[in-house]
Each structure stands twice: as C-alpha cells, then as structure tokens.
C-alpha cells in the first residue's frame, strides 16, 4: 500500500511537468514549422509567378490549390509592415508576431531583405 500511495503521488508531481513540457514541445515545433513556410515564400512566389502580400495571416495561406502557410487552429501571425514576395524571389524587411488562441505571443522574429532569412528575436 505505501509503495502504491509513494507511485500516485510521484505520478501527481511528474504528470502536470510532463504535460506541460509536451505543450511546450509542439508550440516549439509549430512556431519552427511557421518559420519555415515562411522561408520558402521565395520559392512560392515563384513557382506561381505571382507577388505574394502578407499582412495579418488568421488561417492558412494556400494558392492555387497549395498551402503556403500553415498554422495551428485560432493562432495568427501579423506582419509589421506587410511582408511582400516578388516572383523574382526578394522579400520585403518586417517583422513578426506568433499569437496563440489564447491571444498569448509567442514568438517574435524578423524577416531579413532580399532573401527573407527569418531571425527569431
């Protein structure tokens, strides 16, 4: 019985952490996963021969059938100023801010012209 009531209670200290850390693992992987959608705009743009303008992203991006931009449901990214993509694949200087569901940032990054390098700040 003590080994049992020693067990739930190590489960009851380790179980919120753990969950806390799995959170915080897939928020990582889906701000890394926007960064580089984000770096790949060039190609994008290109391939479909069209300019590319982002202002405040609420939903995924997709054009022609292809999505872009990817985000987790209820997050957004908002550009400071828009973010432009030529088809010649230059980018336009700005930066940006992750903003969860919950209306929480997190994350916060530039965008580096031409080549639209993504630096996390």
């Known amino acids: 019985m003590v080994v ?3 067990i739930a209670l190590m489960m009851g200290l380790v179980g919120p952490s753990f969950m806390k850390m799995i959170d915080r693992s897939t928020q990582r992987y889906a701000i890394a996963s926007i960064y580089e959608d984000i770096r790949q705009l060039p190609r994008w743009a290109h391939l479909l021969g069209v300019p590319l303008s982002l202002d405040s992203v609420v939903e995924p991006v997709a054009i022609g059938g292809e999505q872009i931009l990817s985000l987790p449901q209820g997050w957004q990214v908002l550009f400071d100023p828009p973010l432009t993509v030529t088809p010649d694949q230059l980018c336009s200087a700005s930066t940006g801010t992750v903003i969860d569901a919950a209306a929480l940032i997190l994350a916060e990054f530039s ?3 031409p080549d639209c390098r993504v630096v996390a700040e």
Request: no cysteine; charged share 0%; glycine share 0%.
């Open 111 to 113: 965008i580096q012209a």
């Open 4 to 6: 049992l009531a020693l």
